[in-house]
């Protein structure tokens, strides 16, 4: 009762200044973009992590010295960053999506959900540009550094896992957070392929309400309250972990 109370009174107050909350006071409307909340802040959740452990393979990879393994990551992100990620999702949706339905013997038997192709899509996408970030702070490490722990016996990967990357993500912890903000914003495009994310759901309700605005100005507080929230975290876990005379 008292829920019902406050949001009739939050829809009266913002009646007055012309904006147009009513569809909170129906259950169906109401719950369509409730959930589209929860399935963005559920995309964010599940792409930071993904994002920054193939991130953190993708540099490996480029730094390895191997062209068995940094040719095929290169091309893939040379690939994945210079082409927008609304095509790729719905070139993986529409095309590989299609291929792996046939494989199976139909839709129906099909795993893969919009879901699914969003959080590859925009995960692998934004690995990418983690990985040249992370690529760049291990090149920066000081040779005299890498040298010094090959010289106690430390082989190629003890180096790569003790020495570079620790370091390389003090470096490239700005360039890091920068992405994830940007990761923030591309969960949008899962509206393209009917995920229902805020803005998927948000279009859903000013379909039939003619109320864009009013939404358009939840969807915009939304997404900068959650992207200040990423930006001060990067820049406490920045200061925690900065080295007094390595660049930062």
Same mark, same amino acid.
């Given at each position: ?22 569809? %909170? ?70 095309? %590989? ?63 790569? *896992? ?69 930006? *001060? ?5 920045? *200061? ?9």
């Amino acid at each position: 009762m008292q829920d019902t109370s406050m949001t009739s009174l939050f829809v009266n107050l913002t009646n007055r200044l012309g904006l147009n909350y009513e569809f %909170l006071a129906t259950g169906y409307e109401a719950q369509i973009w409730r959930d589209g909340f929860i399935t963005t802040l559920y995309l964010i959740a599940l792409l930071i992590p993904v994002s920054l452990i193939v991130g953190l393979l993708f540099a490996a990879c480029l730094t390895s010295g191997k062209p068995w393994l940094s040719t095929p990551v290169r091309a893939f992100v040379e690939i994945t960053r210079n082409t927008p990620t609304l095509v790729q999702l719905m070139f993986s949706f529409l095309v %590989l999506n299609t291929f792996v339905s046939n494989l199976v013997g139909g839709t129906q038997n099909n795993p893969l959900t919009p879901f699914f192709w969003v959080v590859a899509v925009v995960g692998l996408h934004i690995a990418a540009l983690h990985a040249e970030a992370i690529r760049a702070g291990i090149e920066a490490v000081p040779s005299a550094t890498v040298e010094a722990a090959r010289g106690i016996g430390f082989s190629t990967l003890q180096i790569l *896992r003790y020495v570079e990357v620790p370091l390389a993500l003090r470096a490239s912890l700005p360039a890091i957070v920068n992405n994830l903000i940007n990761l923030v914003k591309l969960t949008t495009v899962g509206n393209a392929i009917a995920v229902s994310e805020i803005t998927y759901a948000s279009i859903m309700v000013w379909t039939q309400r003619d109320n864009v605005v009013s939404l358009m100005i939840v969807i915009l507080l939304f997404f900068s309250i959650i992207n200040l929230a990423v930006a *001060r975290i990067g820049l406490w876990v920045e *200061r925690k972990l900065a080295i007094p005379g390595y660049g930062l």
